[in-house]
Every structure is written in structure tokens, then in C-alpha cells.
């Protein structure tokens, strides 16, 4: 089974306007992690946002939210305001455990096209 | 915050010879790092995970005698690609965790390998 699920292989937004991308995760660990990560043509990886599992709040980092809906495991990203530079490809991660040898797991992506 | 250093950015190799990429920690020690892979529009896949002074962890299906991963000291990881044909063609990345910050992950730049 996939541990990290995102449905959405595109998705298209006009400036300005508000976009979410879904992801949902599977683990039985009660100590994770999510990611969300933004990576342009040039292909580096641009870290946006961290929800911990133990977390009460839902992240936020400027443009960048995480709704955090801990039963139903899902961690979704919503960017309002889209500009022309949020055209990218982003996905959705998850470090498993708290221990500091854990790789992140990373979902599919979802490409984001933001068009004026 | 934490820097990893990632060269080449880009290499063109021929089909049959070896291609060393180097990941650099500039400004924390990373004891682990890890290694990932991604063909184009695709997700990131682990492939292995170094530890310093010890041998790689390989994920299931990753040839560790293709794929030799070098770890000597606290901030220089190594993957060399040998023997390299046309299928080991993709983008190669390595992370490590940020002890900036304590959760995160620090990303390299990435290594785009064509092999001609």
C-alpha cells in the first residue's frame, strides 16, 4: 500500500485565486511528520511546510496552510492568493517514526499550473 | 540555515563509464544522508540511505554494486554510478536531515545524468 496518496496528477488556477492539494497518508506510527515540498523545472526541492503528528494546530507559513484532519490522515496544502511562480510540480511527504535516520516518503505529486 | 552542496549539477556520461556525484554538508555535520532518484515528471524514490563510517542501507531493488555509496566522513557523501548505461539516466538528489531546525530536511541541488 502507498504510504503517501496524491489523486491529483494537475491542477490548474488563475491568479490570485485560492488552489488545495489533497494528500493523504497510511501509518500506524503514532510519532510522524508531513511535508509539503515545491520543486520547479530547475528541479530543486523547496521545502513550504511541516505539520507534526502531535501537532493540535494546523501549519501555516505565509501563502501556505496544511489541513491537518488527523483521523481521516490527510494533510492537504492550500496556497491562496496563486502567483505565476507557483507553477511547479509539489509533493507530499512523510517522515515515519521520530528517530533521525528515517528517510522521507514522498507521494506522487501533483503539478500545479497557476495562469493569469 | 542547513546547506548541503550537490556537484555536478549536470553530467553527460558515456555508456560504460563511472560518474561520481558528491553531496557536502557546508555548515552542520550530517551523519546520515540520503540518496534518492527521479525520472522526469515522477516522484522521488529512495534508494539508499549512508551513514558516516558505516556501510549503506539499499532500498529493495537498488543494485548496491552499481550504485556504491561512500560515506568517510561527517560531511561528504558520495554515489558513484558505475558502469553507466542509457537506463540510469535520470535525476539523482541526496537530502539530509536539518539540525537547524531539528525536523526538517535539507535537500542538494540535485545531479542530472545522461548517459549517451
Known amino acids: 500500500a502507498q504510504k503517501i496518496t496524491q489523486t491529483q496528477p494537475g491542477m490548474f488556477v488563475q491568479e490570485k485565486e485560492a488552489v488545495t492539494l489533497d494528500c493523504t497518508y497510511d501509518?500506524?506510527?503514532?510519532?510522524?511528520?508531513l511535508f509539503w515540498y515545491k520543486q520547479p523545472s530547475s528541479g530543486e526541492m523547496i521545502f513550504l511546510i511541516y505539520q507534526g503528528s502531535y501537532d493540535e494546530q494546523n501549519a501555516t507559513e505565509g501563502r501556505y496552510s496544511l489541513n491537518f484532519q488527523k483521523a481521516r490522515k490527510s494533510a492537504n496544502l492550500v496556497i491562496s492568493a496563486s502567483q505565476l511562480g507557483d507553477s511547479a510540480m509539489y509533493f507530499c511527504?512523510?517522515?515515519?517514526?521520530?528517530?533521525?535516520?528515517?528517510?522521507?516518503?514522498f507521494g506522487k505529486g501533483t503539478t500545479l499550473s497557476v495562469s493569469s | 540555515g542547513a546547506v548541503v552542496s550537490q556537484h555536478p549539477s549536470w553530467v553527460i556520461c558515456k555508456s560504460g563509464t563511472s560518474v561520481k556525484i558528491e553531496c557536502r554538508s557546508l555548515?552542520?555535520?550530517?551523519?546520515?544522508m540520503f540518496w534518492y532518484r527521479q525520472f522526469p515528471k515522477q516522484s522521488l524514490m529512495l534508494m539508499a540511505t549512508s551513514n558516516e563510517g558505516s556501510k549503506a542501507t539499499y532500498e529493495q531493488g537498488v543494485e548496491k554494486d552499481k550504485f556504491l555509496i561512500n560515506h568517510a566522513s561527517l560531511t561528504l557523501s558520495t554515489l558513484t554510478v558505475t558502469s553507466a548505461h542509457p537506463e540510469d539516466s535520470s535525476f539523482y538528489i541526496c537530502s539530509a536531515r536539518d539540525t537547524w531546525t531539528g525536523y526538517g530536511y535539507t535537500f542538494g541541488s540535485g545531479t542530472r545524468l545522461t548517459v549517451v
Open positions: 555548515d552542520f555535520q550530517a551523519t546520515t
Open positions: 511527504a512523510m517522515r515515519e517514526g521520530g528517530q533521525a535516520g528515517t528517510a522521507l516518503i
Open positions: 501509518t500506524s506510527d503514532q510519532s510522524y511528520g
